[in-house]
């Protein structure tokens, strides 16, 4: 028999169990959060989600044939005054500061794709088609861009030409940007659609190509790219600063909300964006429309093994694949895009206390990513 004080400590160190496992169960659902909401199986298509695009974008809609043009490769038709219109059927969705404009234009240097006339990137689907700024900075509205005006800035006449040539975008806000869902749907607790149910809806036969990188890495660089823009003054010390206040300020939204209404949160900084690293947020939105259609690589296998990752890619795009003595060649005499500003690269790296924090945050989403894609090299291991 236990005595009373005995009987207590036991009772407590209950409660201490309990309390402890309600913490980490917590804590994983706001990480892996389920994804009931997330049914965007190409079988599965909502048709509450289908009716809220097409209400969105009629422009774009009224003007989509019933069916594409066989003999192309990119996604072309003929508009009633038989005009050829085409749309790409590769794109390279994201994300930001992980080598997507280095990666865009080695592969442009492919015989068989090739750039629209507006160049890597548009903005449309995310930005433009809804009146918002293409620059994520400008938080200011526009007039909304329509739909014959976006396709006339694509520029179908190398297709006309040549149809097996695949047009390739490089907009990488496609993945993440869906910024003003709260106001645009405010009966809504999280966006009602992705981009990439967006894209299915015009072009469900596309391509998607995603490139990562280390999210602490990405997120120092795309602080010290775009920042010092505008304010060269910025540190190491102030980069710290803001991460901590961000960090907290998402951890207290996940107080209320679920992870991926906290990961398109339009009140997250723009200036420090810190959810965009949270990978599987978005990766999951879009690989569960596109499945096999879509193909996720990181900057660190690209930059280590080029020739195999391109090729890879190539296979993936369903073209031939080029001589790897002449990509060899073109690899070592082509420059890397979008390498770090000389005012950004003067601030030198962020600080370890900084490395630390952000490792600690995004070392769980990592994880996510990593099982949720089933490779080990997305863990981003921290030592």
Wanted: charged fraction near 25%; include cysteine; hydrophobic fraction near 35%.
């Amino acid at each position: 028999m236990y005595t009373k004080k005995e009987l207590l400590k036991i009772i407590l160190v209950l409660v201490v169990l309990i309390t402890v496992l309600h913490y980490i169960n917590s804590t994983r659902t706001q990480i892996t959060t389920s994804t009931t909401h997330l049914t965007h199986s190409p079988e599965k298509q909502n048709i509450g989600r289908t009716k809220i695009l097409r209400e969105e974008s009629p422009d774009v809609f009224n003007l989509l044939p019933e069916h594409f043009l066989s003999e192309y490769k990119s996604f072309c038709w003929n508009n009633k005054n038989d005009k050829l219109l085409c749309l790409p059927s590769v794109y390279i969705a994201g994300m930001p500061k992980c080598g997507s404009t280095d990666l865009y234009n080695k592969l442009i240097w492919h015989q068989d794709l090739v750039r629209p006339t507006v160049g890597k990137e548009n903005h449309y689907w995310a930005r433009s088609r809804l009146g918002k700024n293409t620059y994520h900075l400008d938080r200011t509205t526009t007039p909304r861009k329509q739909f014959p005006a976006f396709l006339q800035s694509l520029g179908p006449e190398k297709i006309a030409e040549q149809p097996d040539l695949r047009m390739v975008d490089g907009t990488q806000s496609m993945l993440y940007d869906l910024l003003g869902w709260e106001t645009r749907y405010p009966e809504f607790d999280e966006p009602p659609y992705s981009n990439a149910d967006l894209l299915y809806e015009v072009s469900p036969g596309a391509k998607i190509l995603v490139i990562t990188r280390d999210p602490v890495q990405r997120l120092y660089s795309d602080y010290l790219y775009f920042v010092t823009e505008t304010n060269p003054n910025v540190t190491a010390a102030s980069f710290h600063e803001a991460v901590t206040q961000e960090i907290s300020r998402f951890r207290k939204c996940l107080e209320t909300r679920d992870l991926r209404s906290c990961c398109y949160d339009s009140e997250n900084d723009p200036k420090l964006r810190l959810s965009l690293g949270i990978y599987i947020c978005f990766i999951r939105d879009w690989k569960e429309v596109f499945g096999s259609n879509m193909l996720v690589i990181s900057l660190e296998d690209y930059s280590r093994y080029p020739i195999p990752t391109l090729s890879r890619i190539f296979s993936f795009l369903e073209v031939s694949q080029p001589d790897n003595i002449k990509l060899k060649t073109f690899l070592q005499s082509s420059r890397k895009s979008n390498i770090r500003p000389r005012n950004a690269a003067s601030k030198g790296d962020m600080l370890p206390e900084t490395k630390k924090t952000l490792q600690e945050f995004y070392g769980p989403y990592n994880s996510a990513l990593a099982k949720y894609l089933e490779d080990t090299r997305f863990l981003y291991k921290y030592d």
